[in-house]
């Protein structure tokens, strides 16, 4: 194997393309020759190696007045038509359609398709159309890289014996970060301020933990989704009189130096795939509180009592308990974010990438 494409959507900068941008420039930096294809560029995307090459197989300016049916199959043909031109040794598609139009393109082109799950399949892969294309498209997958556990058993019987479960890498900068001296008096969080991540129960969670200790604040590092979550939040912190302890504090490029000198992590999503910003907290060795969420991502790197607490999804209550817990009992509290540095050994990028290659080399002998 070597020759290598990867096809999604664009390179707009988000989980799963961050995932084949590293990827590919670690392909390329090992000699292989990589193509990156997809439907079109966006306004800001990830930068890729020199080495790796970049093609646009999505519509072209002419097809736009066409009808979306047509559309969807002119997709899939000039998917097709580039990988009979081009001949990789695999494909590795990622996301929802990208999956789909793969490997409706592969037939006839003699390219294995690989495919991945990146989100949770309950409300992504389950529509009426999922449930026809999913039993007709996927036995052909040569591969299907998940994330966790949870997705896997919810698309039995078509991906199981030849699929695997690899995590994101974790970005550099949070790898071997020392713990402060001493932590402050805070529980943070770094997501976007989106509806599916739950911060209004986190602030209802903290809400209970100020009540016992006055003297901590929460520090939600963030951008706006746009989705209308941060007026929520505001609006939150307007009404409790909140502003001196509750703080929006907006995205930040330095999160390795900002979380790491709280002394509690929370992370409060109702689902997710595999967070980034989970790995990144445990890479960090951060005492973390998450919710046990569907897919599983969290129970997949954590276990309960050993390397972070798991509560269940929207219970502030329960939230709130296991914050104080581990305020209050700080050897707990270090113990537990000790373990949780240990996710470094197998989601560092040379980890990741030589799981990646090992799958890939598996599926296209």
């Not at 390329?28 to 294809?37: C, D, K, N, Q, S």
Request: charged share 25%; with cysteine.
């Amino acid at each position: 194997m070597k020759k290598i494409a990867f096809h999604l959507n664009c390179l707009e900068q988000g989980g799963a393309e961050r995932v084949v941008t590293n990827l590919a420039n670690q392909f390329a930096a090992e000699g292989y020759e990589v193509t990156i294809a997809t439907e079109w560029i966006g306004e800001n995307e990830f930068s890729i190696d020199p080495r790796v090459r970049r093609i646009v197989v999505g519509l072209q300016p002419e097809d736009e007045r066409r009808g979306r049916v047509d559309k969807f199959f002119r997709r899939v043909r000039y998917l097709r038509d580039f990988m009979k031109r081009e001949r990789p040794d695999v494909l590795i598609a990622f996301a929802q359609r990208a999956n789909y139009r793969a490997l409706m393109a592969a037939p006839g082109t003699g390219v294995p398709v690989v495919i991945s799950i990146r989100t949770d399949p309950v409300g992504h892969y389950d529509a009426v159309s999922d449930k026809i294309q999913i039993p007709l498209l996927f036995p052909r997958a040569a591969g299907c890289v998940f994330q966790t556990t949870g997705q896997r058993e919810f698309f039995k019987p078509y991906l199981q014996e030849n699929s695997t479960i690899i995590l994101n890498p974790v970005n550099p900068k949070y790898l071997g970060v020392p713990a402060p001296a001493q932590r402050e008096k805070s529980v943070v969080q770094s997501a976007r301020l989106v509806d599916f991540k739950n911060q209004p129960m986190l602030l209802r969670a903290f809400a209970m933990v100020h009540e016992k200790h006055p003297d901590y604040v929460l520090k939600i590092y963030g951008g706006d989704s746009g989705d209308g979550t941060k007026e929520i939040l505001e609006g939150m912190i307007q009404e409790w009189k909140a502003q001196d302890w509750i703080f929006l504090m907006g995205a930040s490029d330095s999160l390795e130096q900002e979380l790491i000198r709280g002394s509690v992590y929370a992370f409060s999503s109702d689902w997710e795939g595999m967070p980034n910003a989970l790995l990144e907290a445990m890479a960090l060795g951060m005492p973390i509180v998450a919710t046990d969420c569907p897919c599983g991502g969290p129970r997949t790197v954590m276990t309960d009592e050993v390397n972070g607490l798991l509560v269940p999804i929207k219970d502030p209550e329960a939230m709130a308990a296991g914050i104080c817990r581990l305020i209050e009992d700080r050897e707990l509290a270090e113990r537990l974010g000790a373990e949780a540095r240990k996710l470094e050994r197998i989601a560092n990028p040379e980890a990741v990438f030589g799981q990646w290659k090992d799958y890939l080399e598996q599926v296209t002998k």
